[in-house]
């Protein structure tokens, strides 16, 4: 089970820091993700964005070249929690933003590898 949280209001050019906790003993042995859905998109599996990924040690990271230079993906294994800071926040980063694991040592870009979902956090840039 994956809990997002941390999203909310922010002006262009702030910040915001999503976390999402998991539960389980297979974080520290599993790739997590981070995805988003843009406002106007269908609610269709697969209109979920990739944002950024990073593998089971925390040692790589992957992230959507709209995104990179803003967003940092990271993890704490004891705390059985992956982070995605994010700078330089633009309206067009307004989404609901997803985080997604799956077991296993492969970092993917498709969401239709990932094993299991959180509940999603809104965030909303004004400008």
């Known amino acids: 089970q994956l809990q997002a949280s941390g999203g909310g209001l922010v002006q262009a050019g702030g910040s915001l820091r999503l976390s999402c906790l998991a539960s389980?003993?297979?974080?520290?042995?599993?790739?997590m993700g981070w995805f988003r859905r843009a406002p106007g998109k269908e609610r269709e599996f697969l209109e979920r964005?990739?944002?950024?990924?990073?593998?089971?040690?925390?040692?790589?990271?992957y992230y959507a070249d709209s995104v990179k230079g803003r967003f940092t993906i990271s993890r704490d294994n004891a705390k059985n929690t992956v982070y995605l800071q994010m700078n330089s926040l633009k309206p067009e980063n307004t989404a609901v933003y997803y985080c997604a694991v799956v077991v296993g040592f492969s970092v993917y870009y498709d969401p239709r590898k990932y094993d299991y979902w959180g509940q999603g956090t809104l965030v909303t840039v004004s400008s």
């Open positions: 389980g003993r297979t974080f520290s042995r599993s790739t």
């Open positions: 964005e990739f944002v950024a990924a990073i593998n089971w040690s925390g040692g790589n990271t």
